[in-house]
């Protein structure tokens, strides 16, 4: 089986090798947290959180490292008034590592909602200050950057100069972007206005800031990501992910640090996910063109008819590829909802089917498995390994109404390939499931408060407990063992 991988780099699928065989190395760009995240970034995280399944399902040894961005994701001019913490934090009142902390904790929050599983390693920015100090030292003394007024700026022509080609992931030409670029900042710093900075002086009501050989200040948004990529992962790694919007100049700038630095590519494939709109539109929090994952999931706008469980929003992002934009709707998550309800209908009906080892069937396993294989593997195409799903629902159907018949060891595999793919690959969980849970344990702190009020003789809680209860058709009985329920 051989994995193919959208690189947008060379702009084609590739056959993705490893550089370490068995094993991948994959950064993907964090969160700036200094607001809490939108939809749409949310669909940008969990497309490489099921690149990151998918990956260890077809056996490699993943390094998954997400940063979290915590000191200032920088506007370019470095003007303390276009600062997103600083902003913030004048307007809630708020240390900025209270903003950090504030909403680092809703990005967890809202990702473990979703059912996404943790990276192995995530590391923030304010957290390796030391190891971007010393990258800005070291493409100082090889020339690659220079210090102005109390700023250290890559230079992008004396790169250009040295045969390296800024421009080669976002496809621009170095030249029309000199010409097409007015320097904005007007504070002359830069010797090009595509300089962008390494480190940045910090003004007086700059918060946030560190010492560094240039006096106070604090690092480049760029810088972060190469500092902590190739801390975890090596010079060279395999993969970088993120939304396409960071293709150019973050990414472009990661690749020039990398190769400034240390003389090779930093990164083997560039991968990059399409964005989520809304109204067609790209969603967004500085249009105002956006809703968070909670006001989805409770219901809770002026948008959706009705609110929707996270497994199912999971769901419907997973059924456009992650490389194409998706339009979420409310008629696009009605219909998911619909196709969801009957993948797990199909999956509890497959554990009461009898296996009939005489018939043949007309569905073949083997052939199914390998087109869910092949639509994995083709740059981790989730629509079509959905599509392959629903041919294995069909069929679940037909053997329920005994229209097909299967044998004992293909409903073992069958089961178990549904079951990886459903649940290990996409990360769909089985709501109906999680609520007898939830419904199971809810009764269990009632009989203990029960229990309670009957130890210390309030009969009149006690009895209202229990008649509640049965009211709602809900019975609890009480035996030698202890306290049992049945639900009528
Ligand atoms: P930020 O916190 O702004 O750095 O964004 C976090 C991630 O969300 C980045 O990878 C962005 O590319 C991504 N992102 C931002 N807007 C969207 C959108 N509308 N759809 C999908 N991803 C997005
Ligand atoms: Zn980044």
Redesign the pocket.
């Known amino acids: 089986m051989q994995l193919k991988i959208y690189n947008s780099l060379a702009g084609e699928k590739e056959i993705f090798k490893p550089i370490l065989e068995g094993n991948v190395g994959m950064y993907?760009?964090?969160?700036?947290?200094y607001s809490n995240?939108?939809?749409?970034?949310?669909?940008?995280?969990l497309s490489f959180d099921f690149i990151y399944r998918s990956l260890t399902h077809l056996g490699y040894k993943v390094r998954y490292v997400r940063n979290i961005?915590d000191a200032g994701?920088l506007t370019d001019d470095g003007d303390v008034n276009n600062d997103r913490f600083v902003k913030q934090t004048r307007l809630e009142k708020l240390e900025p590592m209270e903003i950090v902390q504030k909403y680092t904790v809703d990005f967890h929050k809202v990702l473990d909602m979703f059912n996404l599983l943790p990276p192995n390693i995530e590391p923030t920015a304010t957290g390796h200050i030391v190891e971007q100090i010393e990258l800005t030292q070291k493409l100082i003394e090889t020339g690659f950057a220079y210090e102005s007024n109390g700023s250290v700026y890559f230079d992008v022509l004396e790169y250009n100069a040295r045969g390296l080609n800024y421009g080669e992931l976002s496809k621009r030409n170095i030249e029309e972007l000199f010409a097409n670029t007015r320097d904005l900042d007007g504070q002359g710093e830069k010797k090009n206005p595509q300089d962008f900075a390494l480190w940045k002086k910090a003004s007086q009501a700059h918060i946030m800031r560190w010492n560094s050989p240039w006096g106070e200040g604090f690092p480049g948004w760029h810088l972060e990501c190469t500092a902590m990529s190739t801390k975890y992962l090596g010079e060279t790694f395999d993969i970088h992910g993120?939304?396409?919007?960071?293709k150019f100049p973050h990414h472009e700038c990661e690749i020039a640090q990398g190769k400034a630095c240390n003389g090779a590519s930093p990164v083997n494939y560039w991968m990059h996910?399409?964005?989520?709109?809304m109204n067609s539109q790209?969603?967004?929090k500085s249009t105002g063109n956006?809703i968070l994952p909670m006001q989805l999931v409770s219901g809770e706008n002026d948008f959706f008819e009705k609110s929707f469980h996270p497994a199912i929003v999971r769901f419907c992002f997973l059924q456009a590829h992650y490389r194409s934009v998706l339009d979420i709707s409310n008629d696009a998550m009605l219909a998911s909802e619909k196709g969801f309800g009957r993948l797990m209908e199909a999956l509890k009906i497959l554990n009461s089917i009898t296996p009939n080892d005489e018939k043949q069937s007309g569905f073949s396993l083997e052939d199914w498995k390998t087109k869910c294989y092949d639509a994995l593997t083709d740059d981790f195409n989730s629509p079509i390994l959905i599509a392959h799903l629903f041919e294995a629902v069909k069929f679940i159907f037909a053997l329920k109404d005994e229209k097909e018949t299967i044998s004992d060891k293909d409903l073992e595999d069958l089961k178990s390939t549904l079951n990886a793919f459903v649940f290990d690959v996409l990360g769909l969980q089985n709501i109906e499931e999680n609520n007898n849970e939830k419904l199971d344990q809810t009764l269990q702190v009632l009989i203990e408060l029960r229990n309670q009020a009957r130890k210390s003789k309030n009969f009149d809680l006690s009895d209202q407990i229990r008649d509640k209860l049965l009211a709602e058709g809900i019975e609890l009985k009480d035996g030698r063992e202890g306290t049992t329920y049945s639900i009528s």
Do not use: K, W
């Open positions: 993907v760009c964090g969160p700036t947290v995240v939108h939809l749409g970034n949310v669909r940008t995280f961005t994701h993120g939304g396409m919007d960071l996910a399409n964005m989520l709109t790209r969603m967004s956006y």
